[in-house]
C-alpha cells in the first residue's frame, strides 16, 4: 500500500467513527421520545452522520429540549 491508500483507510476509519459517534448521542439523548423514534434518530445518525443526527433533531419540538 501507499501513502494514498493508508489515507484513504485512516479517512474511512475517522467517518465510521464519527458516524458511530452521532448514533450514540442520538441513542443517550436526554429528549422525551419514544423508543421507535429514538431508533429511527439513531439509525438516521449512523446511515448520515451528523446531517441525520441535526436533520432529525430538528424534527424534534424544542419544548422536550430543557
Known sequence: M???DITLVIMLIA???LHIHFCYRA???KAPIGNAQRFVWSM?????GPLG???YQN???LEFYE
Open 27 to 29: 441513542l443517550m439523548s
Open 44 to 48: 438516521l445518525s449512523l446511515l448520515m
Open 53 to 55: 443526527y441535526y436533520v
Open 2 to 4: 501507499d501513502n494514498m
Open 15 to 17: 467517518l465510521l467513527i
Open 59 to 61: 424534527i424534534i419540538p
